[in-house]
């Protein structure tokens, strides 16, 4: 099957955090690749990637990237494909990473999660697809269901729990 959501990181090292996204794509069945590569190590491989993502499938990109966190900025840089970017916690907290793929410059837009993210990427990456899809449309509702469900039956299960205060 011909992947829509490419993930990248700039690191092996990033593969705890970004495989939180492949898990998400797994479980709505969309069909994904992964890779490393780097904005400084390898910027000729990033540059072929980039360019020819479209004409492999590939609709959404989501990128995860520490530190200077350029991979995600260059990437949009060299194609109109979206690109998520997944800030990675290597050094600062994680926020010189956040603040490097969020400060783009105007017609370079990177839509960022949260800090170590990938899990919010991968789902943002479904609503992307899903507005040309149904399937994936409607797994993204029994998702979003499945949330409500949850936060229901904890507060059901929290009334459950009596308090009781002692006066000496």
């Known amino acids: 099957m011909t992947p829509k959501v490419s993930i990248i990181m700039g690191s092996t090292s990033d593969l705890p955090i970004m495989e939180k996204a492949a898990q998400v794509l797994d479980e709505f069945k969309i069909p994904f690749e992964i890779n490393a590569l780097s904005a400084h190590r390898t910027p000729e491989k990033v540059e072929e990637f980039a360019q020819n993502a479209y004409d492999k499938g590939i609709r959404v990109i989501i990128a995860g990237a520490g530190m200077a966190a350029h991979l995600p900025g260059v990437i949009a840089a060299l194609t109109p494909i ?5 800030p990675i916690n290597a050094s600062l907290d994680g926020l010189d990473a956040a603040l490097s793929i969020m400060q783009m410059p105007p017609g370079i837009p990177v839509a960022t999660v949260s800090i170590n993210g990938a899990k919010n990427a991968g789902i943002l990456a479904a609503q992307i697809l899903a507005t040309d899809n149904k ?18 039956k904890a507060n059901e299960e929290l009334a ?7 006066t000496n």
């Open 160 to 166: 459950k729990i009596k308090y009781e205060y002692k």
């Open 82 to 86: 979206p690109v998520i970017g997944v």
């Open 135 to 152: 399937e994936i449309f409607e797994a993204t509702v029994a998702y979003k269901a499945d949330l409500k469900q949850k936060i229901v």
